[in-house]
């Protein structure tokens, strides 16, 4: 087992650990008649840490089943859960504290079932470029290739209808820049769209840097690979939809992002002469180049 693969299932088994605490601890009190799902609760929950652990002594097919036991209970719990903080027996505050753990538990778990995949994506609302070493050996190439990243999200940003606030490269210890945005407006069409444009602003950082660099893969240990897998699997039931569905987005985002190559390539500009930029100025940069 890789190294990679070995720390991935650790971090995974103490989320699982931390997560199924969590919920077994908020459950515990519930009254009749919704005891049943509590129970319920606590044994889904209670199945994620335990077949993690066991896979982790296994090989081969055994190890394979057991953390799809793990991944489908951490799936569970999270139905168990949402029906009790919506019947209002636990605190809903609590119950999503605990189920964004499970979240990463789930996309660490799809990890382990996919350790030779290779896809990439960005996530949360402000969308980083990360800073892996062999980026910090040539700060002008590195500087270049962090603006086109964020000029990608940013451009998709706009084209999505998502509201910027500020685009930079001038980072800090973790980042090397940002894309900050508000959140998308109510949308009639519900929660599915809007994960979908959320994914593809948070691709198109990657892809932009890629269509620049010519590099046509991604670091499979990354931990936003975990974050674009956990966005993902709430549009899928199954975790082997998940990549078919990054996929699907990337060809999409890379077609967007080609017809409005030279917004992209305006705004990496500006941001290699300024470093930072409001988001007033980013849109009248980029708006009257964009092609819907």
């Known amino acids: ?18 997560a199924a605490s969590a919920a077994i601890t908020l459950v515990a009190r519930v009254p009749s008649p919704l ?3 509590a129970d319920q609760a606590i044994r889904s929950a209670s199945s994620v840490p335990a077949n993690l652990a066991e896979g982790y002594g296994r090989a081969g097919r055994d190890r394979t089943h057991l ?3 793990s991944y489908s209970s951490a799936k569970e ?34 990890r ?34 962090t603006a086109f990243h964020e000029a990608g999200h940013a451009v998709m940003a706009e084209l999505c209808g998502r509201l910027l606030t500020e685009v930079e490269i001038l980072g800090d210890r973790e980042h ?8 998308f407006p109510p ?14 602003i948070i691709l198109a950082g990657t892809i932009a840097e890629m269509m620049v660099s010519g590099r046509e893969d991604w670091d499979e240990a990354s931990e936003d690979l975990d974050a674009a897998v956990r966005l993902g699997m709430r549009l899928v039931d199954d975790c082997e939809d998940v990549l078919p569905l990054l996929e699907d987005i990337r060809i999409d985002v890379e077609a967007d992002l080609r017809r409005n190559w030279s917004a992209v390539e305006t ?9 930072k930029l409001t988001g007033s100025e980013t849109r009248k940069l980029v708006t009257p180049l964009l092609v819907r």
């Open 187 to 200: 949308n009639k069409e519900g929660e599915t769209e809007d994960v979908e444009r959320h994914l593809k």
């Open 77 to 110: 719990v999270d139905s168990h859960l949402r029906l009790l903080a919506e019947a209002g027996v636990v605190s809903r505050a609590k119950a999503e504290k605990a189920l964004a753990t499970f979240d990463e538990v789930r996309a660490m778990t799809w």
């Open 267 to 275: 705004l990496a500009g500006e941001l290699l002469d300024r470093k």
């Open 112 to 145: 382990l079932l996919n350790p030779r995949t290779r896809h990439t994506a960005f996530t949360s609302l402000r969308y980083h470029s990360p800073m892996p070493e062999d980026r910090l050996s040539s700060p002008g190439e590195a500087e270049r290739l």
């Open 35 to 37: 005891k049943s799902v």
């Open 67 to 69: 953390w799809r036991i």
């Open 1 to 18: 087992m890789s190294k990679a693969h070995t720390n991935t299932n650790l971090i995974a088994l103490d989320e699982a650990l931390e």
């Open 176 to 183: 090397t820049g940002s894309v900050q945005s508000r959140a």
